[in-house]
């Protein structure tokens, strides 16, 4: 099945800089990314997807990248902001179907 | 748009009963819903993926009888937690896509469990 990792684990970055959070997968069939934000105690939101036909997306200071024949996607967060705090996770899917989370990255913007 | 509602959104109950969590999608039909368990700190695991109509399919090392889910509806899934134990304490959390709102997936606010 499906393995996805994430890296890292915990990022913390100046109000200002840039982050960047990196998955891996295993399956090659794997063609929806989707990223989302959960804030503590509040459910996922989809921040940015990817299709596997597009190898860049941007949506104002956030952007997705994906590489698929390395079998990676990464998320780019621009002038980062304390609200950008919070954990980060990536999926991928195949049809809609067997999402698989990568594990998390919690991402601290620090004043 | 696309609102995901869950309930109860936090139940305690004995060890050896049944609990029931609802997951509605409030306004949109759900052509897919999906069952998570989160535990803290932790990432989301896919429990398993219902359609409308037809049984659900789980993923593996997710016990059939001990996680019933039910998609009657396409705007209704249903979890039953059955002769819960304490180690079936977490997070569930649903969400709900539609074929006609593209892959995105909407996810309801959770629903935490502790079993005594």
């Known amino acids: 099945g499906e393995n996805v990792e994430q890296h890292p684990s915990t990022l913390s970055v100046q109000e200002g800089d840039s982050a960047v959070i990196k998955c891996t997968y295993s399956?090659?069939?794997?063609?929806?990314f989707p990223w989302y934000k959960q804030e503590l105690g509040k459910r996922p939101q989809l921040i940015i997807d990817?299709?596997?036909?597009?190898g860049e997306k941007k949506d104002q200071r956030i952007a997705v990248t994906l590489n698929k024949t390395a079998k990676h996607f990464s998320l780019h967060i621009t002038e980062t902001q304390p609200e950008d705090s919070a954990v980060y996770f990536c999926?991928?899917?195949?049809?809609?179907?067997?999402?698989?989370f990568g594990p998390g990255t919690r991402l601290s913007v620090l004043p | 748009g696309a609102v995901v509602s869950q309930h109860p959104s936090w139940v305690i109950c004995k060890s050896g009963t049944s609990v029931k969590i609802e997951c509605r999608s409030l306004?949109?039909?759900?052509?897919?819903m999906f069952w998570y368990r989160q535990f803290p700190k932790q990432s989301l695991m896919l429990m398993a993926t219902?359609?409308?109509?037809?049984?659900?399919?789980?993923e593996q090392g997710v016990e059939k009888d001990k996680f019933l889910i039910n998609h009657a509806s396409l705007t209704l899934s249903t979890l039953t937690v059955t002769s819960a134990h304490p180690e079936d304490s977490s997070f569930y959390i649903c969400?709900?896509?539609?074929?006609?709102?593209?892959?995105?997936?909407?996810f309801g606010p959770g629903t935490r469990l502790t079993v005594l």
């Open positions: 969400s709900a896509s539609s074929s006609g709102r593209g892959d995105e997936q909407f």
């Open positions: 399956d090659s069939a794997s063609n929806y």
């Open positions: 990817i299709r596997s036909n597009v």
């Open positions: 999926a991928a899917s195949y049809l809609r179907q067997n999402f698989v």
């Open positions: 306004d949109f039909q759900a052509t897919t």
């Open positions: 219902s359609n409308e109509g037809s049984k659900a399919t789980y």
